[in-house]
Structure formats: C-alpha cells, structure tokens
C-alpha cells in the first residue's frame, strides 16, 4: 500500500498539472515505471525514442517515502528543440490497482502543461516495464513501443522478433540504459550520429514554488544541500543549460516570508507588507504576509531605491477548474489526510504572473452500490432538483429545489454546486429511476476509466464557503503495570524513573502510530505499579497500538519488570491481568472486538462487534433503498446469506445488522407492494435468522434488555404483510410458510396451516375479503418466553408454531388449535406478542386470548384480536407422578397435622408436672408454639392446594391463604430461634436469672412479632404490582420468577438454621469442657439437655427440607426433589411429637405417673379422693411428689427417680 506522503505528492501533482492544462507548452518529459528487483538491485534508465544524446550529468534523489524512489533522472543533450526525459519509478510494493491508477491518471492528462514560458509538458508516456523471474529479469514494452533489433540479439528476445528489426520482451535489462523505442522510430541498426550544436545564447530566471507544508526540516535541509551541490552548468538541451540554482525564500504558517543569505525585499514591499526586521539600505529581510503578486526575495545588489508603489493587478478573469481522482484503493484515513491537507493551504497560490488559486474545495464523492453508483455531496454543496429527479434522489429533497445524492454519475459530467447557486427546478419530469440508473451506470466514464468512486472538485472561486471535514483526534487512555514496589515520590515529575517512563512512552508512541499527535504519562498507580498514560492520534488502529504495547515490553519491560500474562494470542496477541485489550476484525469483517486477559494466561471475550463486510455494505445501501431498487437489492441479499450462512448465525452482530436491512426493506414496502418474488427472498433471508444454528446467538443479543432486535426483526413481518399486491399466493420455504388467500363471507372459515396450526373465523367475522397468515416453524430460536408478568422468565417455554395474521378488516371473534411441540410441557396459556411491553422490549400478553381446553396433545385458544399468536407452557409432572406427589403430599401433611394435635394434647396433661423451673417452662412455651405454628401453616397448605385446583384462580383467596402460610411458617422458625437462644442463655449465663414475664415477652415478640413484620412488608411491597403470589403455575405461594418474593421466607428460616446450628457448637463445646453440672443448675440440667437435643435433629431437618422446598421453586421439573419434599414435608408433625415431646424423660414420668394414679384410684373405695378430671391429677401428683416420704404405695426407687427428674 501507498504511504499516505506518497499519495499526497501525486494528488497534489495531478492538481498543479490539471490547473494548466489549457497553457501553451514546449518541451515534454516522459514518464516511464519500472519495477524494481526484490533484492534491492537498480535497473538502468533507458530513452524513449532514438535520439542522438549525450550523458552529461545524473542526479541522485533521496527516497520520497518508504515504497516510491526516484532512484535516478538523466539528462541528455540533443541536437532538436525538443527535450525527452526519462523518469525511472521504484514500484516494487506499490499494488498493481495503484499502477493501473498511475497508467490511467497519465493517459488522460490534457497536454501541453506548461511548466515556465519556455518549457512545457507536450506528452507523457509509460513505455517500459521489468519484472524479476526465476532467472533475472524480463522486460516488456507498453503498446506501441518495443526493442531493437540489436537489443533483441543481445540480450534474447521472450516473444518474436517481428519484421527483422523489433522485439516487444528482452530478457535482461539492457545494461546501457536504454528503453524501449517507438515502433514508428526503430529501423535497421543504425550507427549513432551526433547533432550540430547553435550558437545562440540567452538567459532566463526561473522561480519555483514548493509546498513544503507537511514536508519534515531534514527533507527541507538535504534538499538545499542537495541543490547546493550541483555542478554547473546543467545541461537540459541543446540550447538549454542550467547556470545556478539558488534558495532565495521561505514562508511560514505564520504568514512571515524570510529571505535567505544575499538575497532581500525591495523597500516598497517592505513598506506595503510590513517589515518584521528592520529595513536597512532600502530592503529588509522578512515582511509580515506572502506577496499575492508572487515575486520571491532578489538578489540584495539588484535592489534600488523605493520606487512608487505599484498597484496589485486586478483579477481579469475567473476559471473554475474541476479534478477528478480515483480513490477506489485509497484507505479512508488517507482520504481525511488529504481533505485535511487542502483545507489548510495558504490563499492564493500563485502558478504564473497571471495565475493563482484562491481556493479549493472538495465537493463530490461518488461510490459503488450493487446496481450502480450513489453521488453525495459535501457540506453546502448540492444537485439540483433535474438532476435529482433525472437520476433518482437518495436522500430528500429539499425546498424543492435540491438534494444531497443522487443514484448515478451525472453523464453531462458537473459535479455538486454550491446551496447558494442552485435554482427552483423550471420543469418536473423526473426520469423512471431504474432506467437512468442502468443507462448511466453502462455509459458513463470518468475522467479515469477505472474509477468506481468519483471525489473531488477543485473550485477556483472565493465565493464558496466549504470547510471540509478535518481529521478527529482520539484520545486514548492506556496503562501497564510494573511488578514493582508503589512508592508516592515516582509521581513527582522530576523522578528519573517517571522522565524515563514519559519519554519511552512518547517515543514508541510516535514511531508506531501514523496518526500520532502527543503521549503523556499521566500518574503512577499502586497496584504493584500502574501507568496511567494518555495518547492522542487522528488514526486509531488496534494494530498499532498492540506493536506498541510490545515496544514498551522490549524498551523498558527489563529494566522496570513489565510482563505479559497472556501470550502471542492471535486474535488479541499479549496483555497483562486484567488488559482489556481490542482487536481488529476479520479482513472481511468490520467492527472490533474486545477480550480482557485472566490470570490463568488466555484472553475471555467481552464483546464481539465484528460485522461481515458484505453485510455492512448491504445495510449501507438499505439506508438510501428506493422502491425500484428492491429486486436486485433483495435478490443480492438472500444470496449474500445463504453463501455466508454459517458465519452469519454465529456473530450476533451481524444477525442486529441483517434486522435493520429488513426493517429498512419493510418500510420501504410502504410505499411499492411487494409482489410473491420480492417476498420469497424476503422469508428467505429471514429464515436464516430463524435457523437452530441461530439461537444461541439470539440468546445473547436476548440477554440486552437495552436492545430489542426480536420485536424488530417481527415487526418487519407485521409491517411488510400490510402491504402485499392484490394476488393471493403461497410460498413455502423451509423456515417460513406464507399464505395470502381470499375468504368466504358466508360460511366459517377455517385455515389448516400444515397441520400445527388451525384458524377458525365464523362468518359473522368475515367482514374483509383477504387474509395473509405467515407461519413460524422455529421462532422460538428468536423470541424469549417472557410474558407480561415476567421479564426474566425462565419457566415457560414456547410450546407451539408462532402464527402471524392479518385481515384488510377487522375482526373481534377468533380461535386458534396449536399442536404442541413438546409433551412434556403442561400448563398452557394462549398469549400473543406485545410491541409495547417492558418499556418497548417486547414480550407475550394473554390480555384478549383464553384457554378453551388441552387434550389430545392440543391446546385450543380463542382471542378478540388479531396479531402474533402464539402458546407457552412450562415444565411439568407427568400425570401418574402427579397423582402419586399428591397422593403422598396429602397422606403426609395429614399424618403431620395428627401427630402435631396429639403434641399438643400431651403438652396439655403434663403441662403443670413439667414446667417446674424457667427453663422447663420457656422450652415447653417454645414447643407448644413451634407445633401449633406448624400445625395452623398445614391447614392453610390443604386451603391454598384447594384453591389453586380451580381453573380460574381467585387471587385474592389465594393472596390471603399465601400470606397466612409465609407467617406461620416463619413463626415455625422464629420460635426454634427463641429455643435456641434460651438453650445459649441458660448455659452460657449460669447465674443469670431472667424473669419469666420478660422471657414470655422476649419469646412472643420474637416468635410471632417478627414473622408478622416480614410478613406484611413483604405483601405490602409485591402485591400492588401483582408479584405476590405465583402465577405461571396456579400455587398459592409466593413469587419467584418476577419479584423473588419467596426470599423473604427463605433468607429468614436459613439464617436461623445457621444461628441455632452455632449455638449448638457453643453448647456442646462447653458441655465438653465443663460438663452439663457445671453449666447449669441442678434442676434445669434435663431441661437444657432435652433443648440441645431437640435442636440438634430439628434443626437441620427443617433447614433440609426448606432447603428442598426452594429447589422445588427453582428446578420444578426435577420430580425427585418434589418426591423428597413431599415426604419430609409430611414428616416434620411427626418429628416434633418424637423429639420433642416423647423423648423428654420429664414427659414420659408424667405420662406414666399419671397412668400409676389412675389404676390405683380404680382400686380405692374411698369416693373423697377420686378425680377424674386431669387437674385432679396434677394436684395428685403434685401431694405425692412433696410428701414423697408419706406414700407407702409407691416404691422408693421410683420416688427416688421422679425426684432426680423434676
């Protein structure tokens, strides 16, 4: 690729020649390209035509830049007026489109070009051209050239040697230097004669001016010494000598014009200008502007005395001169370089006495679509309205007179106009598009043949105003780190090491960007250490930025420990921890991505934004897509997807992008229906993105709430279905089925669409006569199952073909029979898709549709509307399981609810023999409320199970019941804390009484007040928004899906399984460490141990089997968790009456006790003592325990042991 200085030297050559063509001229150089061998060989020069010459002197020239070299210019004599120069061009790397460019730009100059008044440009010709082979080289001629006979014979001729004297191929470069000659000249060998040489002689002063602008000072300085090295005379022809070339003057962006040694300005210039150094001897060395007459500094002995100042010559005439270059292989970078370039020359540039440049304007740019070309104009230019109507206008035109592009290169040649000059149109009669476009497209050529992007015009006018577009500066943030020790003082800006680090910074920097304006460390970091460093540049390339990355590895990375943790990547190449890096696309891609380097050493994605060109190009021209242009553009874009198919539905970038084309496609369908070809290639690009191979790339462009490319890519199936022509027609393509038919407004109507999907209209509905249904077989690739109660909905599932219809009518009566596509899935709901829902998202509503029944693998639905319809259903049990679960969920609470009465019924009778001290009494409290919470929150289940068994579920009833269950059973949980804290309490604070009043408060408030408070915030905050409850599965419970309601169960009952789990290890610990005498008082010793027991198998039971409840929210498919759930759901009343109740040996003496009392009162006579009522128990045993001594009845072992166990 040209170097962009290269490329500006010719653009602003081609200016400097095209602004003269129309001079008189008198002598021509020619121009003549040679490759030049890949080992660095030169290879000779050689003339253009048999001329008797002499070699008199050669000039060497440094390189022009890194791939163009003037590597030698030979000047000869000749006896004829007439001068041929011969310019050998070094194009080894210089592609062969920018030699085409080359040949072209130079066949179609207008000649003669003038140079001075006595030296003109008559014709330029490319006539010879080498090429390295396996064995040396090979020279060939241009048309109309070739070698002589003799150049034929010695070095071998690679073609025929026709009529004895020429051949057009040598194999060698011929080592005098010669070229190829004109056919016309080349005769029989002739003998070289040397010409006369005339006698007279003349002088002429010749002043050249050098745009020097962009050009380094070194170039500047080894140009001057270049010139002051020369031998003189130099020899042009032979009656042309060079006598002296001298530097005599140099201008500044600043607008001062300097004169060299010896040379000054004339006191009148000085006087007229304004001196910036003082006049002495009527001259002085700067003025303050650039004189608009052109003369440069004189010689200092030829200045006089000031004469009256002379006026400036008024400008006589105007010309507007237009130049066209083609920029097809130019990057865009280079492009802004040059309209950059031309917005900052210096007003007027002089050419001759009577010529200058006030401005120049770039006002045009023409590129290639896929039908023609696209012409648009720069700021403040314009087409006028004929030629925006002859050709078709790609934008809007405005004020009725203008537009800003047109779809062809205007044949007449103009280019865009100034706003300003442009006219009302007189007559509108635009040209049919598709017509001039062809013609235009076949018929027009450029100024150069090959070009397929026409840009600039140069406008000699000071009437314009244009201020073309500069170069944007970027400003990058960067930073490295240093596996070094951070200390504060390396951010003083005298620190060696911050100066060293800013400096290398700089300097990489510079030599690896093009664009590079300035770097600059900006801080150090902790972090190990971290540099933070700015960089600003006019061209950012990822490229670039990663080789300067390793530059600053290379140049520092040892001295200051600079390393890579992820290594020669090929996409993202090297990056430390944490680098977030970018990478450049594919080459036929555009965009970039992003990857950020782990520790592990590889690079994770973040983002992908690559595009595939040919798709990017596509949506470029959908952007200005008129409806004439559909065929071929619709055509071009249903091959383009089917070619790049698998690439297409593995980049999410690219899927968003072929949605807007067809967003752009369908709007454009507004205003030209679209016929059956137009919309076969329509569903077959769209099926594309509908494929399975697609949907994982759906998911993540799904997973960007901000974005809602689902709801565009059916909206354009809502939009472009409006406007079909008149004909019914079918298309099936794989993906996609379409069917635009009539209807009968006299019977029903039904719609049998493969057998998936079935529409019933009843003719009273039937108010239109056409209908266009468009069957989806696998939008579900493409649509989320969210619905309106859901944006995050990971349960439902679309169960069924996705079925868009629309009448040219309206209809209010509706039914629609799904066969679903997954037996698995239950719980359907009829749904159609909402444009409008979650803020412009998208998503499924079930407002208008109902469910009519599901059987037989078939969900029938029946709606008021028309649109996109479709089920969704979500995973469920198979029926047999199902009725197993509730046969074992039912069974099993109904055992718990039993064996939670008969606690409490126990707790009853022993209630006064077993809560003799605090502790008895508090850990009785707690298991009488632990089993009556639990036993309150099973009644409530069985209410809640029953009301979720109906179709239609009654919210508020489901509401209440879901509020009760979350209340009791979070009082299930907070009382097993309370029995925890007391176990802490009595066995960590020995001494520590606490009264019984304030423990009951204690203990309620935390038992009941605070299950009520998260209870109530928790429907407080869900239920006005309809998040309370559940609805995607009808059980009365709280929400998951939507507002994670159920956390507020969850987080409370396993935080206190965690809390109790804690205290148990407290206990224990001490109990091992002390023992349980030395932790508790005597009478409350089997109190505390009952406690601990208790809580050590409640405990994780219950955490175990909430634990399960919550994976039955979270994975409701997995019938094995449900199994499990269910059955330590029913186990929990049971596990309380053992562990709690039965297992207490207090309990089980009382029990007993009571039984002994009982059977010795059957045996008494004595009517006095008899009781029957269970408080006549408690005061018998409460005499028998104190006068223990005085019962003979009993046995001492067994008063011995109830006295141990009060």
Not at 80 to 99: F, M, Q, R, Y
Not at 186 to 208: D, Q
Request: aromatic content about 8%.
């Amino acid at each position: 690729m040209a170097s962009p200085k290269t490329v500006w030297y010719l653009s602003i050559l081609l200016v400097f020649c095209c602004s003269l063509e129309k001079q008189d001229c008198l002598e021509t150089p020619n121009v003549t390209s040679e490759e030049s061998p890949t080992d660095g060989s030169q290879v000779p020069s050689r003339e253009k035509r048999e001329v008797t010459a002499n070699l008199s002197e050669k000039i060497l020239i440094s390189p022009i830049s890194s791939v163009l070299t003037i590597t030698e210019i030979n000047i000869t004599t000749a006896i004829l007026s007439e001068k041929i120069g011969e310019v050998e061009l070094d194009i080894t790397n210089i592609p062969a489109e920018l030699i085409d460019v080359l040949k072209a730009s130079v066949k179609y100059l207008t000649y003669p070009i003038l140079i001075s008044s006595v030296l003109n440009i008559t014709e330029i010709n490319i006539t010879t051209a080498c090429y390295q082979n396996s064995i040396g080289f090979q020279c060939r001629c241009e048309d109309q050239y070739g070698w002589s006979c003799d150049q034929c014979s010695s070095y071998g001729s690679c073609d025929d040697i026709i009529d004895g004297k020429i051949c057009g191929c040598v194999n060698a470069v011929p080592s005098n230097g010669q070229f190829c000659q004109p056919i016309t000249n080349l005769t029989a060998c002739p003998s070289p004669t040397t010409p006369a040489v005339p006698s007279n002689i003349s002088g002429r002063i010749i002043e050249i001016e050098l745009d020097m602008t962009n050009i380094s000072v070194t170039l500047v300085d080894v140009l001057k010494a270049s010139v002051n090295g020369l031998t003189y005379p130099i020899l042009i022809s032979n009656v042309l000598n060079v006598t002296d070339v001298n530097f005599t003057t140099a201008c500044y962006p600043n607008s001062t014009c300097r004169c060299e040694d010896q040379y000054g300005w004339s006191c009148d210039q000085c006087l007229s200008y304004g001196s910036c150094d003082s006049i002495a001897d009527d001259s002085c060395g700067c003025i303050k502007a650039i004189p608009p007459d052109g003369p440069f500094c004189q010689p200092i002995p030829d200045l006089t005395a000031c004469p009256t100042p002379s006026p400036i010559p008024a400008i006589l005439s105007e010309k507007i001169g237009e130049v066209e270059l083609d920029i097809t292989n130019i990057p865009a970078e280079l492009i802004d370089v040059l309209k950059a370039s031309v917005k900052y020359l210096t007003y007027p540039i002089l050419i001759s006495s009577v010529l200058n440049i006030t401005e120049i304007n770039i006002t045009t740019a023409c590129y290639q679509n896929s039908i023609g070309f696209q012409c648009r104009c720069e700021d403040q230019y314009g087409w006028s309205c004929d030629q925006c109507s002859s050709y078709g206008s790609c934008d809007d035109i405005i004020d009725g007179k203008i537009c800003g592009c047109v779809n062809a290169v205007p044949s007449n040649g103009p280019f865009c106009q100034p706003i300003p000059d442009l006219t009302a149109c007189p007559t509108q009669s635009p040209i049919p598009v598709s017509t001039t476009k062809q013609t235009t497209a076949s018929s027009t050529t450029p100024t150069t043949p090959s070009s397929t992007t026409s840009i600039p015009t140069t406008k000699q006018s000071t009437a314009s105003s244009t201020t073309p577009t500069t170069p944007s500066v970027n400003t990058l943030n960067l930073q490295f780190t240093m596996d070094i020790t951070f200390n504060s003082t390396f951010n003083d800006e005298n620190n060696a090491m911050f100066k060293d680090v800013d400096q290398t910074i700089r300097d990489v920097y510079k030599r690896n960007m093009r664009g590079f304006i300035s770097a600059k460390l900006n801080r150090f970091k902790s972090g190990s250490v971290i540099s933070d460093f700015t960089v600003m540049t006019t061209i950012v390339d990822n490229e670039e930025i990663a080789k300067a990355k390793d530059d600053i590895v290379s140049t520092i990375g040892g001295k200051y420990k600079i390393r890579f943790t992820c290594l020669n990547n090929t996409i993202f190449g090297n990056g430390q921890v944490n680098e977030i890096v970018v990478a450049n696309c594919k080459s036929d891609e555009v965009g970039y991505k992003t990857a950020i380097c782990q520790e592990n050493g590889t690079f994770s994605v973040r983002e992908n934004n690559c595009v595939l060109k040919e798709i990017e190009n596509l949506f470029l021209l959908s952007q200005t897509l008129v409806g004439t242009d559909l065929p071929g553009f619709l055509e071009r874009l249903r091959n383009s997807t089917f070619n790049l198919l698998d690439r297409i539905v593995a980049s999410p970038a690219t899927i968003s992008i072929i949605v807007d084309i067809l967003k752009n496609v369908a709007n454009v369908s507004r205003s030209t229906p679209i016929n059956k070809p137009l919309m076969t290639n329509f569903l077959e690009t769209a099926g594309v993105l509908t494929s399975n191979g697609a949907k994982a790339s759906w998911d993540v462009l799904n997973t960007n709430l901000t974005k809602n490319e689902n709801s565009v890519f059916l909206g354009t199936f809502e939009t472009i279905s409006n406007f079909l022509t008149n004909d019914f027609f079918d298309i099936e393509t794989p993906s996609i089925i379409l069917n635009k038919t009539s209807v009968n407004n006299s019977v029903n109507n039904s719609f049998n669409l493969n057998s998936s999907v079935l529409i019933d209209i009843p003719a009273s509905e039937a108010s239109f006569n056409s209908i266009t249904i468009i069957t989806f077989d696998s939008l579900n690739n493409v649509l989320p199952a969210r619905n309106s109660s859901s944006l995050n909905d990971s349960v439902n599932s679309i169960n069924g073909k996705v079925v868009l219809v629309k009448v040219n009518g309206t209809i209010k009566n509706v039914t629609f029979s799904f066969a679903v596509l997954n037996e698995t899935l239950g719980n359907p709901q009829c749904v159609f898709w909402n444009f409008s829902l979650f803020g412009g998202l998208g998503g499924w509503d079930d407002n208008g549709c109902e469910l009519q029944s599901d059987e037989d693998r078939t969900v029938t639905c029946h709606c008021n509307h028309l649109t996109s319809y479709s089920i969704l259903m979500s995973p469920f049990i198979p029926d047999a399981f199902r009725a197993a679960l509730d046969f074992i969920t039912y069974i099993g609470v109904g055992i718990s609810m039993g064996c939670l009465v008969v606690c409490l019924i126990i707790e009853i009778l022993v209630w006064n023999a077993v809560t003799g001290n605090n502790t008895s009494y508090m850990r009785h409290v707690s298991i009488v409320n632990i089993a009556l919470s639990l036993l309150i929150a099973d009644i409530w289940f069985i209410i809640g199970a029953a009301i979720s068994e109906y179709d239609q579920k009654n919210v508020p009833a489901c509401s209440a019941a879901t509020f009760f269950i979350h209340f009791f059973y979070l009082a299930l949980f907070f009382w097993m804390l309370v029995s925890g804290l007391l176990l802490l309490y009595r066995t960590v604070m020995v001494f520590s009484h606490m009264s019984k009043p304030a423990m009951l408060a204690f203990s309620f408030f935390l038992g009941y007040g605070a299950p009520i408070i998260i209870a109530v915030i928790t429907i407080a905050v869900t239920a006005p928004v309809k998040e309370y409850i559940r609805d995607n599965d009808g059980v009365c419970w709280l929400n998951w899906t939507e507002s994670m309601a159920l956390l507020a169960f969850v987080i409370p009952a396993l935080t206190i399984v965690v809390i109790n789990l804690l205290i148990l290890i407290v206990v224990l610990y001490k109990m091992l460490t002390r023992g349980v005498g030395d932790v508790t008082q005597p009478d409350e010793r089997n109190a505390v141990v009952v406690i601990a027991r208790c809580l050590a198998i409640l405990t994780p039971f219950f955490g175990t089997t909430w634990g399960l409840g919550v994976g039955t929210m979270t994975n409701p498919e997995n019938l094995g968790i449900h199994i499990v759930f269910a059955i330590f759901n029913s186990l929990q009343g049971l596990f309380i009456l053992v562990f709690g109740t039965l297992l207490d040996k207090k309990i089980r003496e009382a029990l007993t006790g009571m039984s002994q009392v009982s059977s010795n009162r059957t045996r008494t006579t004595n009517a006095t003592t008899s009781s029957t009522s269970g408080l006549g128990f408690f005061r018998i045993r409460r005499r028998n325990i104190f006068n223990i001594s005085a019962a003979p009845t009993y046995s001492t072992t067994g008063a011995s042991e109830t006295f141990i166990n009060t």
